[in-house]
T-cell receptor, first 114, second 106 residues
Framework: EAQVTQNPRYLITVTGKKLTVTCSQNMNHEYMSWYRQDPGLGLRQIYYSMNVEVTDKGDVPEGYKVSRKEKRNFPLILESPSPNQTSLYFC?????????????FGSGTQLSVL | SQQGEEDPQALSIQEGENATMNCSYKTSINNLQWYRQNSGRGLVHLILIRSNEREKHSGRLRVTLDTSKKSSSLLITASRAADTASYFCATVDMRFGAGTRLTVKP
């Protein structure tokens, strides 16, 4: 089944403890992206990647890192999480890019930073 | 930044009624897409309308696009309780607004 898989679904951590949220897609998509969703603010793009080894900042990249070493994986790294990063995170992918193709979303990761 | 902005923020209707939500955007587009999000879950693509199209249908969904007004509307006909969700529009670069929260009462 074609899908975008995020893990974990829920994560509670403490300030400063490094964490990684994984994202994997099995559709051979070139484009992958991370969003965070906060009440009243909609979805905001954190980082995106047009291809392997190519990543670019979105609207809210501060405090996050990403890597794209393989086409299928696009992990989101929080080196030193802070409470303002408590949010619902989504990974998404599309075949070529969002200008022409629909996005497929993962199920989300609810992160709480205490 | 380029962004779709949905209106109204919330909409509550009875089952069987039609629901209309609107989207405005700021710059030129190649296409506009509509997505649905069930509570706390990932967004699901509903329909894509290209800039040279004025109207598109998919089942009970009807989307219109007016590039001169930089706006789009999504009409859900004969709504069902299962249509209760948030609806988002997105344009190039896939920047999303806060969405329209639709509640369909049985």
């Amino acid at each position: 089944e074609a899908q975008v898989t995020q893990n974990p679904r829920y994560l509670i951590t403490v300030t400063g403890k490094k964490l990684t949220v994984t994202c994997s897609q099995n559709m051979n998509h070139e484009y992958m992206s991370w969003y965070r969703q906060d009440p009243g603010l909609g979805l905001r793009q954190i980082y995106y990647s047009m291809n392997v080894e190519v990543t670019d900042k979105g609207d809210v990249p501060e405090g996050y890192k990403v890597s794209r070493k393989e086409k299928r994986n696009f992990p989101l790294i929080l080196e030193s999480p802070s409470p303002n990063q408590t949010s619902l995170y989504f990974c998404a992918s599309s075949l070529w890019g969002p200008a022409v193709e629909k996005l497929f979303f993962g199920s989300g990761t609810q992160l709480s930073v205490l | 930044s380029q962004q779709g902005e949905e209106d109204p923020q919330a909409l509550s209707i009875q089952e069987g009624e039609n629901a209309t939500m609107n989207c405005s955007y700021k710059t030129s587009i190649n296409n506009l897409q509509w997505y649905r999000q069930n509570s706390g879950r990932g967004l699901v693509h509903l329909i894509l309308i290209r800039s040279n199209e004025r109207e598109k249908h998919s089942g009970r969904l009807r989307v219109t696009l007016d590039t001169s007004k930089k706006s789009s509307s999504l009409l859900i006909t004969a709504s069902r309780a299962a249509d209760t969700a948030s609806y988002f529009c997105a344009t190039v670069d896939m920047r999303f607004g806060a969405g329209t929260r639709l509640t369909v009462k049985p």
